[in-house]
Each structure stands twice: as structure tokens, then as C-alpha cells.
């Protein structure tokens, strides 16, 4: 018989088509992750009885739309039998489906703004702080401890009918509790846990608690990639996984196919250097060495210009019209667009200058971590009008829309909320000159998105769930490349053919500011250097601000000069067009 | 009425031009240059198109002129003799880097706006997907097709003209990272695009050796990045004075109003022949199929020009004509002519200028001068010799040694005359 999946390795396979009860995979960087999981996935699916589904959990929306377009091409009926959603996505849709009382969601953006109108003593970073550490407590699932702080928090949520991201998993579990966990189960058999290094506490014991009433649990992720202990998540689930499900296998994904020789090599290195029993486990598929360079800037501003110049150099020549082959260079310049191309740093506050130096390149670039869409200016007007036409009041919309025309408006819009659709009510109010006059700052492809969205939203309620827990996107933005400049976290579970990481000076990577932790600091610069296909860049600036002396982060001192390029300040003019690689002898 | 268009050009806020491509500026040009309908260029820049919308105002439907108070400023510098009205058409050139089929693309695209509710309406969709303030040329990570449909969205009378289809570095057909035809670069809307810009490197001879170029109208700019280089190259109509008779003349194949164009002779073109301009190796398409590609000195593969990548996609012998073929002149900027003629080197000097400003003043404009007016009248102004090299030229007697991988062509008027000239300094040592 051939194999179910012939595209799999050995390895990938096994994992795919495990058959007993859970499983946890282990996935080092450029294994075949997404890939094995989407198989595992469909495999499972097969195996389903009628009316159930697969769930299936990511750890962002984009991870779960990326999940759903490898699946339909799996299986093309997915939807019918596989939901891929994050934990809140699918929390959100079981209590929307309850029969408990009705709720608004708050981000943290909103929730900033009940805190500003309801505890006005507060300040502006008080307030992020509070949030900021409730949010904790409830991740770490440690609400008992959570003191006043929490009381405050949750309070003034709860008073106005809103709950936050985290709440959505805590009312699920009181809701399973209460008596819907049969149910449930029956619904979703299997459950798979993708970047299962990065789950909190809270996600754990939801995870814990289905698998008690008989769900089958697939985990997988990678214990040196876990990032986000900051926010609640703890590596040590990962670890624990076989005690927590008892009788579960676990598997390794072995074969690297991502990552060059040289930066495997590189990034191996970095783990070993803080615990030599975390070595990854891999087995090198690609031959080819690929390029790590490491290059020492005088400034800031010097090694934002480094990183335009070479970004030219690698796109081969954007700002001139008369180019000539000695310009371009003759070896692989000239092979990468921008969408090839990111930029990482460690903390926002390094944007800055690469912005500035993006902008006088004219090379385009975006950044990642934009307010989210319900906040954008003019939508987040459209948005508090129409919780208004759904029966749900808010502060905000008492003081914002006082005027005639808009309550007006308001009312007209509820009174033909019932007979219409989502699409059509939502282009009556854009209809409106005293709604549409709210929304002066919105664009029109925020617009567009927003009417993309009413397309799929059964009711309304659905609709602005939906842009509660969504970032602002445009199709053009997708279709159009440009060079990325995101934070090391942002980067995870992301590949491109070339990396910069920016930054890499002591104190900066590790960060060492209170309540950091070193070897998450390390597993956070591993992630980093992984991603690339082809070539990373790291660069470090000697200088910053007036005075003060900068040395490299001493993480990169774990890694064999022989495998590293380095490079000084800019060559000459003139000079040639290679770096001189010094392996040291 | 007949006139010529040149509407690819740039203005001061794209990247290596002048400082002095202002509005006024581009006026006297124009004027001197005998350019009736010329480009504003950078109409997507912030600043300049703001400039453009305070110093213009509507003429014939979709052209614009330049208001009194500002035509004032500079018309003590028209002579008499320039009195041909000039109108300014939105234009804007666009540098596209993307990635299709795992290649890297760098095509240039030239759009052209009927008005400015339009050009606003591209401006906003653009500025969200890259930036437009730092170079007046754009640089976007946008697929050529896609920015036609933002293009099309924009108006129904916009359009978009692929520019130097043929340079190896940043055009639709070029040999580094362009296509092997117009459909595959534009997709489903290569319906859309009626007319090619053919570059300095390529004359229509070259362009009729394709069949599969037959459909499209070509046209001539000259991509100016100074005054100086305004009209050097330019599409000549014989239509009714607006932006729709202009597009209609391009879109439609039986329109009459399409006239011809006014040519580089293609070997002065900065990628005619083949080579490596850094090992000052010059090669022609049968040397390059020679050496197999290969550098005579560096051993490193050539960069392929224009000759070639024609040779390469060409079905159909030298000397046929194409489908749309409308009558052309080949010129030499009037500069070099007399440059040329008095044997200096350069054509920047005082004299040379001159020689130009006294043809222009009293015979007519650069153009009217190259093409239309009498030897005796020129030898009257300016000298036999002048009038010799004017004479070379339109009877297409010049001697061009071709430019290559970057690296200008070299014209010469006189080669008898200089080579006589390095005997005699031969000589003297």
C-alpha cells in the first residue's frame, strides 16, 4: 500500500499518523512543523464520526488563517470537519453559542479607555501597569493572588458588561464545569496545540480539562523557542507533557530544512552555551553553508545605514536608473525583493532609526504591531455606534454621540437591524452623513476590510466580535512586498531568506531590565537566527547616544568565529564588493 | 494640430536630477526645445504635485498650462522666435520590485492622469503601500499588473505605459529581470496597455523585428533628468490638443493621430551593445555569441543590451516593418552637433551654448532647427561647419561608437576631421 502521505519524512510521518491516544511532537526550527501538524490534522479528520470536528489551536488568527489555507489544500472539505482558531477565537464562539449573558470584548486598548472614564485618579502608565498585571495573574491562573489590582480591573470590566482575551478561557471553563464538557468533547474529539512551548497556565488547564473528558490531545512546539514567559506562558507545560497526559508519546522531528549549515551550526551554539542538555536535536538536510555576518556600526544611525545599504545591495541597486554591472556586483546580489527581507530588533525603541533611514531610501517597509482594527480612528467610532444598534451601551457612546443627527441615526439603524444583514446595515450607516461624519479618519481600505468582514459575520454581534480580536489588513498590503521590520517576537514562527537582527549589544540582547530572564532572552535571539533561509546579519552599534561604550551581546561569544563573517565599519569606496570571511586559524 | 509630446521626465524631487526641475524651468525648456505637450513628472511626489496644483491651471480638457503669474516670471527668457504654447500633461514614473515565478523584477511603468482628482485617488492608494515622499520616482514592491489595476481604478482615462521596455536593469522586457513579453508582465490586464516606450537604446526598426510587439503604438521621451535633456527624444501627434485625443491617437490602431516619433540614434543609448563598462569592454551581439556571454577581460558573464535581447526575442528579419509603424527621425541633440562640430570634447562648454541659444533666437526651436530648417539659414547663424554636422545628421551620416553597460554612446560628426586632428598631435610629440 503506498503511504498516506508521501510528501512526509519518516520522522514527520510516524507523527502524522500516530494512532494512539496523545502525542507531543517535538518540532525544532525548519522541521516541517505547520506541514506535519496540517498532516496530522487531516489524518485525523478521517477519523471523525459525523457532526464532529477537529480542533485545532494556534497561537495567533494569522496562524490559523495560514492553517486553513494549507488544509483546504489537504482536504477540501476542511471546514466541515476542522476548526482552526486560537484559544480565544474558539472560547469566543462556544460562549456566543451559550445560553450566558451577553458581553462585549475588551482588548487591552479598550480596556485602557473604561479604566481612563471609570477610575479617573489613574494615570495613563498606572493604568497599563494594572492591566498589564491582571492580565498576568489571570494567564498565570493565579486569580486568588491577584489582590485589589485585579478586583479594580475586572470590576470595572465586568460593571459594563465587557470581558478581556483572558476571561474568554476562564468563563469556557466555568461553562464546561457547569455542565457543557460532555458536549464539548463529543463535538471535538481530537485536539491539536500548535507552539505548545508558548501555553499559559490557564490555556493548560483548559487543555487538561478537555482531555480529562476524553479529548485526545496533539501537542507540538519547541522547548527553545518558548518566548513568552513575560506574559504567562511556561516552557515547563511542554515538559511536563507526558506526566500531565499520561500514556502520551512523544515524537521529534529531526531533519532541519530551513536553516543553512552555518547558521544551525551558529544557533546550536547559542542553546549549548546556557544548558548543554538543550543542544537542539537535528539532523542537517541542506549542504550549503549560507552567510553570517556580524557587523560592529559606530552609531545607531550608522548601523540603520548599514542595514538600507545592504538591503540595496541585496535587491541590487533600487535608487538609480543606469545601473552597470560593476555597481550591482556579479555574485548573488540582486537576487532578493523586499518581501525577502527582515529587520529584528529587541525593542521598539530601535525602530526609530531604521525608519528614518527606510524613509530617505524610499525602500518600502512596513512594521509590524499596528494598533489593532477596532482601534483605528473612524473605525473605532463606526464601532461604538453600532454596539449601540446591538443593545450594548457604552460610556463612551453616551458622551461621544450627543448630537441629533447621529442619535438619529442610531435609532434608524435598530429599528431595520432585525430585517437586514450585516453587509447592508453596515453600508446604511456608512450611509448616514452623521455616522459617516464620525469617521472622518478612517480609510478606505479600512473600509474595505471592515466590509469583508460584514460578508462572513452572521449578525452583528458576530461581526464586531470578529473586529475586536482582528489587525488591520489590506489586500494590497499583502500583494505589495516590502522589507519587514518587526520585534524578535514578532518574528516567531516566521521564515524569510534574509535576516538582520539589529541591536546586539549587552544589555540590550540579553535585555537585562527587571523580571527579564537570560535564557529566555537566549531562546528569544535562537528563534531569531532561525529564521532566515539563506543569510542572517547581525549588527551591533558601539556607540549609542552621547557617551555611552557599547560591547556585543555576549551570547554571540558562544559562537565558533569560524562560522562568522565579520565586518567592520564601511569599506572604502571603491573597494571590492566582498566581505572577507576570517576563519580563524 | 501637430505637435510633440515629451511626457516622461522628472522633477527636481527625484533622486539624481537637477535642482533646477521646477515648473517654470521645465516651461522654458519646453519652449526652447519646440515641446508642446510636456510631462509634469513625479505626480505622486506630496510636495510637487502640491507645486504642480498651486502653479497650473486647466487648459484643453486633461492639459494644463502654466498660470500667468508664474509664466511671468520666466518669459523674459522665451525668445520671440519659441512661441508655440506649452501645455503640461500628469505623469509619473513608477519603479516596481517585486517577485514573480521566484525571480526578482524590476520594471519601470509610466502613468499618465487626466486630471487631479485622479492623481490624488492613485496618490492615496500608493501611499499606503510604500513611499512616495522620498523619491519622485517611487520605489514599490507592487507586481506591474497590480499597479495597473490601481492605475485603471483611478480613472477610466488613465493608462500606463511600460518605459524603456528594453534596458537590462529596470524594464518590462529587459535581459536582467524583465519578461519575454508585455502579456506575461501585465497578466489579464495586458489588454490595458496600448502603447511601449521604446528607450534611447532602441529605434522602431528594432521594435517592428518583434511580431508579438505588432498591437502596440510606440512612443519616444527623454526621460530628462536635467532641462537640458528635455526633448531628446519625444512622440510627435497630428490631433486635437487634449489628453483624450492623445490616449486615442495611442489606444486606437485607427486613429490617424498618432504622427511619429523623434529618435536617439539607438547606438548613443546608455545599453545598446553588450558589455562591462568597469573592464571597458564593448561588445556587439555576434562577439558576445562568440565568447559565449563572457567578459573578454574579467571572464564574468557580460551585461546583455539591448541588440542582444531584441536578437534574442525577435521573429522576423531586419527591415520589416510592424504593424502600428509610423515615420521617425533619428537626431543628435543640437549640443552635440556643435560640440561635435568644433571638435570639443564636451557639450557643456559656453561656446557650444552660444551656438544654440543664437540658432534657437533666431531660427526656431531645437527642434524646428534639427529637422525643418534650411543648412543655409543655419550656416548663416552659426557657421558652415555647423550646418555640415546638422546636414550629417539628418542624412544619417554619424559615426557612433555604441554605448554599453551604462556607458553612453560616443557620436562622431567629423571622424576625418579628428582623425587628422590626432595625426597632427601625433606629430607635435
Request: aromatic letters at 6%.
Amino acid at each position: 500500500m503506498a503511504a498516506p502521505f508521501p510528501e512526509l519524512n519518516a520522522l514527520q510521518l510516524a507523527a502524522a499518523t500516530y494512532a494512539g491516544r496523545h502525542l507531543l511532537i517535538q518540532a525544532g526550527p525548519g522541521t516541517g512543523k505547520t506541514h506535519t501538524l496540517a498532516h496530522r490534522i487531516a489524518f485525523l479528520a478521517e477519523r471523525l464520526d459525523a457532526g464532529q470536528r477537529v480542533l485545532a489551536v494556534t497561537f495567533t488568527v494569522q496562524a490559523a488563517a495560514e492553517m486553513r489555507g494549507r488544509l483546504e489544500r489537504l482536504l477540501p472539505s476542511f471546514e466541515r470537519s476542522v476548526k482552526a482558531s486560537t484559544f480565544h477565537g474558539f472560547c469566543l464562539e462556544l460562549l456566543r453559542s451559550g445560553a450566558g449573558e451577553p458581553f462585549k470584548i475588551a482588548p487591552p486598548e479598550t480596556a485602557a479607555g473604561l479604566l481612563a472614564r471609570r477610575v479617573p485618579g489613574l494615570g495613563d502608565r498606572d493604568r497599563r501597569a494594572l492591566i498589564a498585571r491582571s492580565t498576568l495573574q489571570k494567564s498565570l491562573d493565579r486569580r486568588d493572588d491577584g489582590g485589589d489590582d485585579l478586583a479594580l480591573y475586572d470590576g470595572t470590566l465586568r460593571s459594563l458588561g465587557y470581558l478581556d482575551y483572558e476571561d474568554l478561557i476562564i468563563e469556557t471553563i466555568a461553562s464546561l464545569e457547569g455542565g457543557a464538557l460532555d458536549a464539548c468533547v463529543r463535538s471535538f474529539p481530537f485536539l491539536c496545540v500548535d507552539e505548545y512551548q508558548d501555553i499559559n497556565p490557564l490555556q493548560h488547564r483548559l487543555v487538561k480539562l478537555l482531555a480529562r473528558a476524553g479529548a485526545r490531545v496533539t501537542a507540538i512546539g519547541d522547548a527553545n523557542q518558548a518566548i513568552y514567559g513575560f506574559r504567562g506562558s511556561d516552557a515547563a507545560i511542554f515538559r511536563s507533557f507526558t506526566e500531565d497526559f499520561p500514556g502520551a508519546e512523544r515524537l521529534s522531528l529531526r531533519e532541519s530544512y530551513r536553516t543553512p549549515v552555518r547558521l544551525v551550526a551558529a544557533s546550536s551554539q547559542l542553546i549549548a552555551a546556557g544548558d548543554a542538555r538543550r543542544l537542539p536535536d537535528l539532523v542537517l538536510v541542506r549542504r550549503d553553508a549560507g552567510r553570517l555576518v556580524v557587523h560592529r556600526a559606530a552609531s545607531e544611525a550608522a548601523e540603520a545605514e548599514y542595514v538600507v545599504h545592504q538591503v540595496e545591495r541585496l535587491v541590487g541597486g533600487t535608487s538609480l536608473y543606469s545601473l552597470d554591472s560593476g555597481r550591482v556586483g556579479t555574485t548573488a546580489a540582486g537576487a532578493r525583493s523586499f518581501g525577502d527581507i527582515a529587520v529584528l530588533y529587541r525593542v521598539n525603541g530601535r525602530r526609530r532609526r531604521l525608519e528614518e533611514a527606510f524613509r530617505r531610501s524610499g525602500i518600502p517597509y512596513r512594521t509590524s504591531g499596528d494598533l489593532p482594527l477596532s482601534r483605528l480612528p473612524g473605525v473605532h467610532d463606526l464601532l461604538v455606534a453600532l454596539d449601540l444598534v446591538a443593545g450594548r451601551p457604552s460610556d463612551e457612546a453616551d458622551e461621544r454621540f450627543s448630537g441629533e443627527e447621529v442619535r438619529r441615526g442610531i435609532e434608524a439603524l435598530s429599528r431595520i437591524r432585525g430585517a437586514r444583514g450585516v453587509p447592508a446595515l453596515l453600508d446604511e450607516a456608512l450611509g448616514m452623513p452623521g455616522i459617516r461624519a464620525l469617521m472622518g479618519g478612517a480609510g478606505e481600505e479600512d473600509i474595505e476590510s471592515l466590509r469583508r468582514r460584514a460578508l462572513l459575520a452572521p449578525t452583528l454581534e458576530s461581526f464586531l466580535d470578529d473586529v475586536a480580536l482582528s489587525r488591520p489588513e489590506d489586500p494590497l498590503d499583502r500583494r505589495s512586498e516590502r522589507v519587514a521590520l518587526m520585534t524578535l517576537h514578532a518574528a516567531k514562527g516566521l521564515e524569510f531568506p534574509t535576516i538582520f537582527i539589529v541591536g546586539c549589544e549587552e544589555g540590550s540582547i540579553p535585555l537585562r531590565t527587571s523580571g527579564s530572564d537570560e535564557e529566555e532572552e537566549r531562546r528569544l535571539l535562537y528563534v531569531a537566527m532561525t529564521r532566515p533561509r539563506e543569510e542572517l546579519f547581525i549588527t551591533w552599534a558601539a556607540h549609542r547616544g552621547a557617551v555611552s561604550e557599547e560591547l556585543p551581546s555576549s551570547f554571540l561569544s558562544a559562537i565558533d568565529d569560524s562560522l562568522v563573517e565579520h565586518e567592520a565599519a564601511e569599506r572604502k569606496r571603491g573597494g571590492k564588493d566582498r566581505q572577507l570571511p576570517l576563519f580563524d586559524a | 494640430m501637430r505637435f510633440s509630446a515629451d511626457v516622461h521626465l522628472h522633477s527636481r524631487y527625484s533622486r539624481a536630477t537637477s535642482k533646477d526641475l521646477d515648473l517654470e524651468r521645465l516651461f522654458l525648456g519646453a519652449k526652447l526645445k519646440g515641446i508642446q505637450v510636456v510631462g509634469t513628472g513625479d505626480a505622486m511626489h506630496p510636495r510637487w504635485l502640491d507645486e504642480i496644483e498651486e502653479k497650473l491651471e486647466p487648459a484643453e480638457s486633461g492639459l494644463y498650462s502654466l498660470k500667468p503669474e508664474y509664466r511671468r516670471i520666466i518669459e523674459g527668457q522665451v525668445p520671440a522666435s519659441c512661441a508655440a504654447p506649452v501645455r503640461f500633461l500628469l505623469s509619473v514614473e513608477i519603479s516596481n520590485i517585486y517577485k514573480r515565478r521566484e525571480r526578482v523584477r524590476k520594471v519601470h511603468n509610466c502613468v499618465f492622469l487626466p486630471d487631479f482628482a485622479a492623481a490624488r485617488r492613485l496618490q492615496a492608494r500608493l501611499e499606503r503601500i510604500g513611499n512616495i515622499a522620498s523619491d519622485g520616482r517611487p520605489i514599490l514592491g507592487l507586481d506591474s499588473r497590480d499597479l495597473l489595476e490601481l492605475v485603471l481604478d483611478s480613472s477610466p482615462q488613465s493608462y500606463l505605459i511600460p518605459a524603456h521596455i528594453w534596458t537590462p536593469w529596470f524594464s518590462a522586457l529587459g535581459s536582467k529581470s524583465g519578461f519575454d513579453s508585455i502579456e506575461e508582465c501585465y497578466g489579464d490586464l495586458s489588454g490595458q496597455i496600448f502603447a511601449l516606450e521604446t528607450g534611447l537604446s532602441s529605434d522602431p526598426p528594432m521594435n517592428w523585428r518583434l511580431s508579438r510587439l505588432d498591437p502596440y503604438a510606440l512612443v519616444s521621451n527623454s526621460d530628462a533628468h536635467s532641462p537640458r535633456n528635455l526633448g531628446r527624444e519625444a512622440t510627435l501627434y497630428d490631433t486635437e490638443l487634449s489628453f483624450d485625443a492623445i490616449r486615442r491617437a495611442l489606444a486606437d490602431p485607427l486613429d490617424p493621430g498618432l504622427a511619429g516619433t523623434i529618435e536617439f540614434f539607438p547606438e548613443e543609448g546608455k545599453y545598446h551593445f553588450d558589455g562591462h563598462r568597469l573592464c571597458k569592454a564593448r561588445l556587439s551581439p555576434e562577439e558576445t555569441a562568440r565568447r559565449k556571454g563572457l567578459c573578454p577581460v574579467c571572464g564574468a558573464a557580460v551585461t546583455i543590451g539591448v541588440l542582444s535581447r531584441v536578437e534574442e526575442l525577435a521573429d522576423r528579419p531586419a527591415g520589416e516593418r510592424g504593424g502600428r509603424a509610423r515615420p521617425f527621425t533619428r537626431l543628435v541633440p543640437l549640443a552635440e552637433i556643435a560640440a561635435s562640430s568644433l571638435g570639443l570634447s564636451g557639450s557643456e562648454t559656453k561656446s557650444v551654448g552660444g551656438i544654440c541659444r543664437a540658432l534657437v533666437e533666431s531660427l526656431g526651436s531645437e527642434l524646428s532647427v534639427l529637422i525643418e530648417s534650411s543648412l543655409d539659414d543655419i550656416a548663416r547663424v552659426a557657421g558652415e561647419r555647423i550646418a555640415e554636422g546638422i546636414g550629417r545628421v539628418r542624412a544619417g551620416e554619424v559615426e557612433i561608437a555604441p554605448g554599453y553597460d551604462g556607458e553612453y554612446g560616443v557620436v562622431r560628426l567629423f571622424p576625418e576631421a579628428e582623425s587628422a586632428e590626432s595625426r597632427g598631435q601625433l606629430a607635435l610629440f
